[in-house]
């Protein structure tokens, strides 16, 4: 135990507990990285684009990873927007406003479009619907939003490995030269970052959740018509 434990013996626990809130950050953010490959896949099988999956790399900080993902969440959303882009140039402006028209639920919207629509043009009207409609855009903007402000706190700072290599390797990132008795204020940063992280995680991967059963399901529907 260190000269500053014996002064503050409650260091060694709120040290623990930084600990588990780094690896609740983590698990949230393995879960994005997960669901963001999914769309990547999505994107790839029917818009032709060539994402590679991405993982976490244990070898560089939070923020380097939270940045690795924002890069890719960026690189999802221009897509789309081309997709849409395309799609409003190929289709009169009747059939597209049919797509658009909010009083109409999502199966009235692409059955509206196939009475005008045939082939490949039927999948590009259907993944653009599904990839705006299922709220994805304001998903991956918030996630995003969330992980721009973890990426320069002093969450950011901290190696992703360190946390397989021991608690002080950790300790040490983070605080660095503060005082040691600043642990209750690295604890509340990292508290107000996972209350924030973590709905907005949840919502980001039940969203994406939401488009592969959707992609799958109106797909099918479209093949055979």
């Given at each position: 135990m260190?000269?500053?434990?014996?002064?503050?013996?409650g260091?060694?626990?709120?040290?623990?507990?930084?600990?588990?809130?780094?690896e609740?950050?983590?698990?949230?953010?393995?879960?994005?990285?997960?669901?963001?490959?999914?769309?990547?896949?999505?994107c790839?099988?029917?818009?032709?684009t060539?994402?590679?999956?991405?993982?976490?790399?244990?070898?560089?900080?939070?923020?380097?990873n939270?940045n690795?993902?924002?890069?890719r969440?960026?690189?999802?959303?221009?897509?789309?927007?081309?997709?849409?882009?395309?799609?409003?140039?190929?289709?009169?402006?009747?059939?597209?406003y049919?797509?658009?028209?909010e009083?109409?639920?999502l199966?009235?919207r692409?059955?509206?479009a196939?009475?005008?629509?045939?082939?490949s043009?039927?999948?590009?009207?259907?993944?653009?619907y599904?990839?705006?409609?299922?709220?994805?855009i304001?998903?991956?903007?918030?996630v995003?939003s969330?992980?721009?402000v973890?990426?320069?706190?002093v969450?950011?700072?901290?190696?992703?490995?360190?946390?397989f290599?021991?608690?002080?390797?950790v300790i040490?990132?983070?605080?660095?030269?503060r005082?040691r008795?600043?642990?209750?204020?690295?604890?509340a940063?990292?508290?107000?970052c996972?209350?924030?992280?973590?709905?907005?995680?949840?919502?980001y991967?039940?969203?994406?959740?939401?488009?592969?059963?959707?992609?799958e399901?109106?797909?099918?529907?479209?093949?055979?018509?």
């Amino acid at each position: 135990m260190s000269w500053v434990d014996i002064f503050y013996p409650g260091n060694p626990m709120k040290r623990e507990k930084i600990i588990r809130l780094n690896e609740s950050l983590i698990t949230y953010m393995e879960g994005n990285f997960y669901a963001t490959n999914k769309l990547s896949g999505v994107c790839n099988t029917y818009m032709g684009t060539r994402f590679s999956d991405i993982s976490i790399r244990r070898e560089s900080s939070i923020k380097d990873n939270c940045n690795r993902l924002i890069k890719r969440i960026h690189e999802i959303q221009g897509e789309i927007e081309k997709l849409n882009a395309k799609l409003k140039e190929e289709l009169s402006p009747d059939i597209y406003y049919k797509l658009q028209d909010e009083n109409l639920s999502l199966n009235d919207r692409l059955k509206a479009a196939y009475k005008y629509i045939s082939g490949s043009l039927r999948i590009t009207a259907s993944i653009s619907y599904i990839l705006t409609g299922c709220f994805i855009i304001s998903a991956l903007c918030s996630v995003c939003s969330i992980l721009t402000v973890i990426a320069v706190s002093v969450v950011g700072v901290v190696l992703v490995g360190a946390l397989f290599i021991g608690v002080d390797m950790v300790i040490s990132a983070i605080l660095g030269a503060r005082e040691r008795d600043q642990l209750d204020s690295t604890i509340a940063e990292y508290e107000k970052c996972l209350d924030e992280f973590k709905p907005a995680s949840r919502q980001y991967q039940t969203q994406i959740q939401r488009v592969m059963f959707l992609v799958e399901e109106k797909l099918q529907e479209t093949l055979k018509l």
